[in-house]
């Protein structure tokens, strides 16, 4: 990169900071993405589309590049963190549901197994 492009890069990575400032995502993300198309390793380029982009999942992978490019970013550390720890509580709780439907299944099906057993033994005692 020569020295005349990194001010131009600065410009409009500051033009994208300007334009989420007056809430238009689209223009930011527009000027963004094509920062990060000639530099994938433009670390703040990368920071600033995690805020401009529309979900929590994009906003997470922007983060995820941030880190890849410096993994000494805290601000993307706890920015990660925070969109991450809800995700994690809700998995605990599915993961705990799941293990409570397992054993309902495992168990409703040793009642069935049982209900068998206790009809064969009962039909062979009678017939016998």
Sequence with gaps: MTNEESPNRIDRLMDAIDLLHEDDRAGAVAILRQLIREDNDFEDAWLWMSVAVDSLDQSSLCLDNVLRVNPANIAAATALHRIRTPEMAV??????????????????????????????????NVGG
């Design 91 to 124: 998995e605990k709780r599915r993961g705990r549901l799941r293990l409570a439907r397992d054993m309902a299944f495992a168990l409703m099906w040793m009642l069935v197994l049982g209900i068998l057993y206790a009809l064969l033994i009962t039909y062979f």
